[in-house]
């Protein structure tokens, strides 16, 4: 008895134990005290780094370890409310009612100059933005980021194609990454966990990384939805941007905050509008509410809003606790909203060295040499394998009604949507064939249970003319076999027939990709086909179609070439790509057939198909067989990427990106050419803020022999004789196809600066259409061509896709020519 008695005790030790080292739940709902939830108010307890949000519904759900606690409450616009909390190892409801916030306005005096006494707050924060922004020299917290989209309207077809897309949530997702930041740009991440509605095989596109959006910065960026920055209201400038106002100021415990408006001054600056708070004394961000509008030309959305609260960590230092992006969405047809919130906890920092010397703290390093590299985000792999019981302990904020069932709906008809009738039937809609195919992208064809997509040319490459072949159909197909969403291999066949020539060509191509991390790829092409001299093809069919039809102009030159080509390319290590070429092929000139045009029958000419060249009075071939090597060293200096299970993504580097190529031409196996050609290119992206962004490139090259060639094998530039253009870094506008090619030496540079809206934003009437300002300036330099200078300036972004220039140009100081230039200018 004494023994059962013994064992009874110990066991109820253990469970007590148990119990006491279990986390509860502290659970419950926050509202106004009209009894409305109040969506997003922050919970965080003091003197630890945990905190939550509530869900839209205005309940919250966190763990706790048991203890005592003060719990915080807030909620911008209502009145902090700390609550003292004891912990045992229950389920704790705490259902939390905010006051309205009472701004005290009594000691709200404007100074005899009638200035607001919101400009000296703001000129206090100003000064001590710098402190703030560089007080932390490094940290580390966890992110939890919970990611919706909606539609509420959709297009049934966009510029053709089918939108196999339903009404209600499009997005729902959750991630939980392990973040590492540290002064003043490295960044990396370790995504831990990640679930997507009706994707349990697929992983999370949330990014904390992204979210990383200060106010202590001068210029906030938010990629594709403006070009430009936007200017935070505390930024060294910012009084040239904002006016302001003090609506009031609000005690919250120990710290006086006050709450100011800010307002552009001119509506269509890159300025946000809303409220930010902050604290007296020490002048840190308290919280923001701010939004931008279309007015503020952001693009494809109508508004975003901005939420975020901070709150203390460590050492008397702030951290952003919650974020929120909220944005409404109306553009071609789509209508719908989406929300991305982001709960950042569990932080440890650094202090910057002579802040912690201030406070007397012994400078330690949060991390170890080489902890950060230029991986930024690392997906692990088991991170989609969570299951329910997880993230019912880890989810910081409750899952709406709406949400619930969304998961569980699309998480239940996962299964009935990777079975073939259900794929069948998405397929049979997505097939529909609509006269929008012909013109516009081609017709895509897809049986998606078995990874297999065709794509059929649109009817401006399907049916071409020029004048070595007259008429032209050129049928093309391409076959992809995808392999978990990701391809793996393709097959191009091509056939083609000039009515005029009477010739019939041929062509196929067999692409595979070994390795989709190194993007590890080879391809086999053959056949009988016809070739631009510029294999970079500087004119394309349409084009040229519309030219020689209309214009009476024929600008595309074309030889025959029966050939078999090799193609090998993989990332060798992280940055370095290599590529390889081995071709053999027979050349054979070709000649003028048709003379046909709509217009100037009777006054132009065409040329004939020999291109004209200032260094060879002659480039006709007749026959040539040609042995090509060619091998090439692509170079991302400090390439940074994302790693996920199956793929790498290759991000941008603040460095010149550098291009090696090296193209030999073999005297054996009857190959009757011999010439060695090395090149160089560098290009470089640059932002200036406010001022706008720009791109410089620069190459050169030289043949170090050039025994024995064609024409073919020269070096050709990127020339434009039309007036529709391609607007790439190494394209000409005024510059004649061939002219210039050369089998000697060149260098050329190329330098263009898009204002982003900086001058045409002060125009009412033309911002509206948010058309912007680029500038151009390119250079080359052969034998030949001595000093050949282009300039041009023109407007981009008109109706959204248009880029209209006007170009000169001058060779050797002499005037070469000049003209308008349209294309797409996104």
Request: glycine content about 8%.
């Amino acid at each position: 008895m004494h023994a059962i008695i013994k064992s009874f005790l110990v066991s109820l030790l253990l469970i007590s134990s148990f119990c006491q080292g279990m986390a509860a739940e502290l659970f419950g709902t926050v509202t106004d005290q009209k009894g409305e939830p109040l969506p997003y108010a922050t919970l965080y307890i003091q003197n630890t780094t945990k905190g939550t949000t509530t869900n839209i519904e205005g309940r919250y759900s966190i763990e706790l370890a048991p203890g005592k606690y003060v719990l915080t409450y807030q909620y911008v616009g209502y009145k902090k409310q700390e609550i003292p909390l004891k912990v045992d190892h229950r389920r704790i409801r705490l259902d939390v009612v905010l006051e309205a916030e009472v701004l005290e306005l009594q000691e709200v005096v404007v100074t005899a100059t009638g200035e607001d006494p919101a400009y000296q707050v703001i000129r206090e924060a100003i000064a001590k933005r710098k402190y703030h922004l560089e007080e932390v020299q490094a940290y580390k917290c966890k992110v939890y980021i919970k990611g919706m989209q909606t539609l509420d309207e959709k297009p049934d077809q966009v510029l053709g194609v089918n939108i196999p897309l339903d009404t209600g949530i499009v997005y729902l997702s959750e991630s939980v990454s392990e973040l590492s930041v540290a002064q003043p740009d490295k960044i990396k991440e370790v995504m831990i966990s990640s679930k997507m509605s009706g994707g349990n095989s697929a992983f999370s596109y949330n990014q904390g990384s992204q979210m990383l959006i200060s106010f202590y910065d001068n210029l906030l960026n938010f990629p594709g939805l403006s070009e430009r920055g936007f200017v935070s209201p505390i930024a060294n400038n910012a009084l040239m941007f904002y006016d302001y106002k003090l609506e009031g100021t609000i005690l919250e415990g120990e710290y006086l905050i006050n709450k100011i408006k800010v307002i552009p001054k001119r509506k269509n600056d890159p300025a946000f509008q809303g409220f930010i708070y902050i604290m007296e004394d020490s002048w840190r961000i308290h919280s923001v509410d701010l939004r931008l509008t279309k007015e503020h030309q952001i693009e494809f959305i109508d508004q975003v809003n901005v939420y975020q609260v901070y709150a203390p960590v460590q050492d008397g230092v702030w951290m952003l606790l919650s974020q929120r992006f909220a944005y409404y969405l109306n553009v071609l047809g789509f209508r719908g909203n989406g929300n991305f919130v982001g709960i950042h906890s569990e932080y440890q920092i650094q202090l910057n060295d002579k802040l912690a010397q201030s406070k007397g703290i012994a400078a330690q390093s949060l991390f170890a040499d080489g902890y950060f590299d230029n991986e930024v985000l690392k997906i692990e792999k088991e991170a989609n394998k969570r299951d329910k019981e997880y993230w019912e302990e880890v989810r910081p904020i409750p899952l709406t009604k709406i949400e619930k069932i969304d998961y569980l709906w699309k998480d239940s008809l996962q299964v009935l949507m990777e079975r073939k009738p259900y794929k069948d039937s998405v397929d049979k809609y997505a097939n529909k064939f609509n006269i929008e195919n012909l013109f516009i992208g081609g017709y895509f064809r897809q049986q998606s249970f078995k990874e297999r997509y065709y794509r059929f040319q649109p009817i401006h490459d399907l049916l071409q003319y020029n004048t070595v072949e007259g008429a032209v159909i050129n049928l093309k197909t391409i076959y992809t076999q995808e392999r978990d969403a990701i391809w793996k291999y393709q097959i191009t066949p091509t056939v083609r027939y000039g009515f005029s020539s009477q010739e019939f060509y041929y062509k196929g191509k067999f692409a595979y990709q070994f390795d989709p991390i190194k993007r590890t790829r080879a391809f086999l092409e053959g056949g009988k086909f016809v070739s631009q001299f510029n294999e970079d093809e500087p004119i394309s069919p349409l084009i040229n179609s519309f030219e020689t039809l209309v214009n009476r102009r024929s600008y595309m030159k074309l030889y025959e070439k029966a050939f078999a080509k090799f193609y090998y390319s993989s990332e060798i290590v992280n940055g370095v790509t290599w590529k390889a070429t081995l071709e053999y092929a027979r050349r054979n000139e070709l000649f003028n057939s048709a003379d046909y045009s709509f217009f100037y029958n009777e006054d132009r000419e065409f040329a004939p198909n020999a291109p004209l060249n200032a260094e060879t009075p002659n480039t006709s071939f007749g026959t040539s067989d040609a042995l090509i090597f060619g091998t090439s060293f692509y170079i991302k200096f400090g390439q940074k990427y994302i790693t996920r299970p199956d793929q790498k993504f290759n991000l941008d580097s603040p460095y010149p990106t550098l291009f090696v190529y090296y193209r030999k031409g073999i005297a054996a196996l009857g190959s009757d050419v011999d010439f060695d050609e090395v090149a160089i290119r560098a290009f470089k992206e640059v932002n200036y803020g406010l001022l706008g962004s720009g791109n410089y490139t620069a190459w050169a090259g030289t043949f170090l022999n050039d025994n024995q060639m064609t024409f073919i094998d020269y070096k050709h530039h990127m020339g434009n004789q039309s007036v529709f253009a391609k607007f790439g870094n190494d394209h000409y506008q005024l510059l004649d196809y061939y002219q210039f090619s050369t089998s000697g030496s060149w260098v050329g540079l190329h330098a263009d600066h898009h204002f982003n809206g900086f001058i045409l934003n002060k125009l009412p009437f033309i911002r509206k259409s948010k058309a912007q300002i680029v500038g151009t300036a390119k250079y080359l330099h052969t034998s030949a061509s001595g000093h050949y200078i282009e300039y041009g300036v023109g407007l981009e972004h008109l109706f959204k896709v248009l880029r209209l220039d006007v170009y000169g140009a001058v060779q050797d100081g002499a005037n070469y020519g000049h003209g308008f230039r349209v294309g797409l200018g996104f």
